[in-house]
């Protein structure tokens, strides 16, 4: 079959190892893989990785409610140019997509983004933590995740029902952990930071009570349980032992929560207000521990835009969130990579690729760089090295933490279904 693109010169690099190899794709398909491949349009990727493309477990993609601080189109562009082939969007919208006719409205909105975005549902009405909300009608739309993302299923009982109703289903549940009767008030994490600053501190325990609580109700009735942005050391222990212990336990780690610390807090400036919160050192240190042993599966960026105007109020009245989608790969390699914890290139892209692709069950992103596989790929050059600017890029907000960072790796293409959607480092569409 006759190639409409070849993606020449670079290095494969996908589960099954690396290799030196041209990839040939013809429609929305690889058609070849090794040397001399031919094709109606090459694209160079001398000096690049050529990897499966990126899947987020955790984008806030703000539409339908909240159009000023990003939109399907903004967010999607801006995951695509981060190398990311798939996103999955959080249902902590206005409405809250817990229904099917908001699920099929952002999956319309969807169609024609630049990256695959899927949905993901909330697993209580409104997300109010009261009453479980219709999980089948959404499931046989596709939703394959559900969370309440932005607060944590408080009631025990209430979970308790939702694990049983999703094991039946055969869907993923996904927890925000946070105990709102410790939380609640609260703007960064308790410790010598905010005791300095005045500011008041959510202690650790607030996430890790409910990873204790949801591990058991988990080994209680069987159901997969999925933690999201995990922030602390004795998260990441109990996360660790569940799994040792054969547990049906998966996890992820924010950019920001193996990037920066509460030290990030002492200027006031609401763009390092998030939560969880950026926690101690050693928080940070045993996230990326937690990655690099493999105990915390993926990164995932929890992409959380806000319109400049709210993110200008004082840091307690401030709604909490960062930018992620076109940093994560950068953040991944300059902090995981070249910190010497022992995570490879390999484990980075399998934290951003392969592995979040299983946890959501988003079977077409992912795959191996192989003959009739899907074209979802990235190809991006791990030694180009750039300084983060507060522009927001692609996004529709500014709220950049990392403002003068000097990282390594840019993608300079991205390939969604066949199509080259980013070229040279720039959006096609």
């Known amino acids: 079959m006759k190639a409409d693109i070849v993606i020449r010169g670079g290095t494969i690099l996908d589960e099954s190892g690396e290799r030196r190899g041209d990839v040939a794709i013809a429609g929305d398909r690889i058609v070849g893989v090794g040397d001399g491949l031919t094709g109606d349009r090459e694209i160079d990727a001398g000096g690049c990785l050529v990897t499966p493309g990126f899947v987020d477990l955790h984008t806030h993609l703000r539409q339908p409610g909240k159009e000023e601080a990003e939109t399907i189109e903004t967010g999607s562009r801006a995951a695509a140019l981060g190398g990311y082939t798939a996103v999955l969007a959080m249902p902590n919208t206005t409405p809250t997509i817990d229904s099917a006719s908001v699920v099929r409205e952002v999956l319309e909105l969807g169609r024609a983004a630049p990256c695959d975005v899927h949905t993901s549902g909330a697993i209580t009405v409104g997300r109010a933590g009261e009453q479980l909300a219709p999980m089948a009608e959404m499931a046989k739309l596709g939703v394959r995740v559900f969370t309440d993302d932005g607060s944590g299923v408080q009631d025990d009982r209430l979970m308790r029902r939702a694990m049983e109703y999703a094991a039946g289903l055969g869907v993923l549940l996904a927890q925000h952990c946070e105990v709102t009767s410790l939380s609640e008030g609260t703007c960064m994490h308790e410790g010598e930071v905010s005791a300095r600053l005045g500011l008041p501190g959510q202690p650790s325990e607030a996430e890790e009570l409910m990873v204790m609580r949801d591990i058991a109700l ?212």
Not at 233 to 247: L, N, P, Q, Y
């Open 218 to 429: 988990s080994r209680l009735t069987g159901a997969r349980m999925h933690f999201q942005h995990i922030s602390t050391a004795g998260s990441v222990a109990m996360i660790s032992a569940a799994k040792a212990a054969g547990m049906a336990i998966t996890a992820e780690a924010a950019p920001h929560h193996f990037t920066l610390t509460d030290e990030s807090c002492a200027g006031y400036d609401a763009t390092f207000k998030v939560h969880p919160p950026l926690r101690s050192a050693g928080d940070l240190a045993a996230v990326r521990a937690g990655l690099a042993s493999g105990d915390l599966d993926a990164i995932a960026t929890d992409h959380a835009p806000h319109a400049p105007q709210d993110k200008e109020l004082p840091f307690d009245k401030a709604p909490p969130g960062m930018l992620g989608l076109e940093y994560a790969l950068a953040l991944a390699l300059t902090n995981l990579v070249d910190s010497g914890i022992g995570m490879t290139v390999s484990d980075v892209i399998a934290a951003l690729s392969w592995k979040p692709a299983r946890i959501a069950g988003i079977d077409d992103h992912g795959r191996p760089i192989a003959v009739g596989s899907p074209a979802n790929l990235a190809v991006f050059d791990p030694e180009h090295r750039w300084c983060i600017d507060a522009s927001g890029g692609a996004s529709r907000s500014r709220n950049v933490p990392y403002v003068g960072m000097e990282v390594r790796g840019r993608v300079t293409a991205t390939i969604l279904a066949g199509e080259a959607v980013v070229l040279d480092g720039k959006a096609q569409r």
